[in-house]
């Protein structure tokens, strides 16, 4: 594959940065991507070296790179306000939204917020649920939260436990939210490999939840090789304690992407990481580690496989995906690094821990993924910075591709895809690093569009709400959604 387009240098690029990315570089070669660290590896991050502080503290006075903490924005974005960590002080992750809520996830539960005044979200409640990465869904009266660390029991008051442990638990967690102050914990299901992120399908009667996990050893009694599909939930509404697993479809016959040492690199296929769903136009498309994979999800608890891609010479992980508002393109994302790394240098360069952008072409099972660029952001990070591709979400404006994302600590990044092959980037916001003391992990982990703003879950500093001020996204505030869970993506255009 080819690069067909890079955005020009704006603000600054960080050329000094590369001497002191040599290790790095060494790092991510030797060893393949894997998903965000749990944070209890915290301790063990490497500390960055004192030539790498220098080089920093340098940028920093000459203006390349932001101080500690300090805002950068572009002219058309309004940071309305920052709402710090409450109750929950772990590591922020996803987001979901419905009429005037947002459901904020972190490894240590959920955050209820109000957010009827978008530039004063207030809390309503705090859910103490541990299980990372609680990566959160919600429909109607329901919520799901994923649960990928071996706990000792499915309950709230559950202890880290390890993987090895036979009676170890992981799965799908259900509450009840119909009383937004005092959430109800009414179901589990245990599932294959436990469950890393979830996605999924509402209908009137039945909710199907498509639930993404990989087995990181083959040591580990609940999570065996070969892992090579997704487990499949069905909720239904009215009895939500009755939820059960009705299938486990085999994604990859064939194993999947090897890794290496046949693709170095690469990290081997051993289920998903993410799936989104355009449940209006029976399609799925799959982030699965080394592969990138599109669904007929006309049966929903049978998902199809109509195509897979590979990118071995600059794909690390898959990570996550999204669709266009036609369907005929997909964005899939490459987490360099593992949630753990200072990946946006100009060592690392434009194609690696990039987003790749693939339209759709032909008709039914027929239809096919073609490559046609790379974006990834172009503002160079401090060698403690970790920066990655993270979750976004489209901007619904008819006749255009935009698209919010996070990148860790690269900020958000607005942009547009309209030409496939010329991504360009049309706003952005970011802080600058945590610390200089090591490399650490911080940043936005999702950042969503949702009825006229910008809502990100920073993985440290809480949940920001910002405004886009610009021509080209003001037709997105007419959009009125219910719900939104980015990885179920709704009909923007058709009744809300």
């Known amino acids: 594959m080819t690069l067909l387009h890079t955005t020009g240098v704006r603000r600054r690029r960080m050329g000094v940065a590369a001497a002191a990315a040599g290790l790095l570089a060494t790092l991510l070669t030797a060893a393949p991507a894997a998903a965000t660290p749990d944070p209890g590896d915290k301790t063990s991050k490497k500390e960055a070296s004192s030539s790498q502080e220098r080089t920093a503290r340098s ?12 805002i950068v924005k572009s002219d058309n974005i309004e940071h309305l306000v920052n ?32 957010i009827s005044n978008p ?39 559950s202890r880290s436990q390890s993987a ?28 294959a490999c436990g469950s890393h992120t979830n996605t999924i399908i509402p209908e009137r009667l039945n ?13 580990f009694p609940d999570c065996k090789p070969p892992h090579d599909g997704i487990s499949v939930i069905k909720v239904p509404r009215k009895h939500p304690e009755k939820a059960r697993v009705v299938d486990f479809p085999i994604l990859f016959p064939d194993g999947g992407n090897p890794g290496a040492p046949t693709n170095p690199g690469v990290t081997a296929t051993s289920g998903c990481h993410d799936i989104t769903v355009l449940p209006t136009k029976d399609l799925a498309a799959g982030a699965c580690m080394g592969d990138g994979v599109l669904f007929d999800i006309s049966q929903p608890a049978r998902p199809k496989v109509i195509d897979r891609v590979q ?12 669709f266009n508002q036609a369907a005929n393109k997909i964005v899939f994302t490459d987490e360099l690094g593992g949630g753990g790394a200072a990946t946006c240098n100009e060592q690392i360069g434009p ?15 027929n239809r096919k993924m073609v490559f046609r660029s790379y974006f990834k952001i172009d503002r160079h990070q401090a060698p403690q910075e970790v920066c990655v591709a993270h979750n976004g979400s489209i901007i619904p404006v008819k006749g255009k591709d935009l698209m919010v994302q996070a990148w860790y600590q690269g900020g958000i990044s607005v ?71 980015a990885q179920t993506q709704p009909d923007y255009f058709g009744e809300h």
């Open 59 to 70: 940028a920093i006075q000459s203006g390349e790179i932001p101080g500690i903490d300090e």
């Open 83 to 114: 709402v710090p960590k409450g109750a929950l002080k772990n590591y922020n992750t996803d987001i979901s939204f419905q009429g005037k809520y947002a459901f904020a996830g972190n490894y240590d539960g959920f955050t209820i917020f109000d």
């Open 119 to 157: 530039a004063s979200p207030k809390t309503v409640s705090e859910v103490l649920c541990p299980g990372g990465q609680n990566d959160i869904s919600v429909s109607g009266d329901l919520l799901f939260l994923s649960t990928d660390s071996s706990r000792s029991d499915n309950s709230c008051n």
């Open 164 to 191: 090895t442990i036979k009676s170890s638990w992981e799965g799908i967690k259900v509450f009840d939210i119909s009383d937004k102050r005092a959430p109800k914990y009414v179901a589990a299901i245990e599932t």
């Open 207 to 219: 909710i199907y939840v498509y639930v993404s996990s990989y087995f990181p050893s083959a040591s």
């Open 311 to 322: 990118d071995n010479e600059n794909f690390a992980f898959w990570h996550s995906a999204t």
């Open 351 to 365: 194609k690696r821990g990039a987003n790749g952008i693939f339209d759709i072409t032909g008709k039914r099972d």
């Open 415 to 485: 942009w547009d895809f309209t030409n496939s092959a010329q991504p360009k980037e049309i706003g952005y916001f970011e802080r600058g690093p945590l610390t200089l003391g090591q490399v650490t992990t911080g940043g936005p982990w999702s950042s969503y569009y949702y009825n006229g703003h910008v809502y990100s879950n920073d993985i440290e500093k809480g949940l920001d709400v910002l405004k886009i001020n610009d021509e080209r996204t003001d037709p997105a505030a007419d959009v009125v959604l219910d719900e939104l869970n």
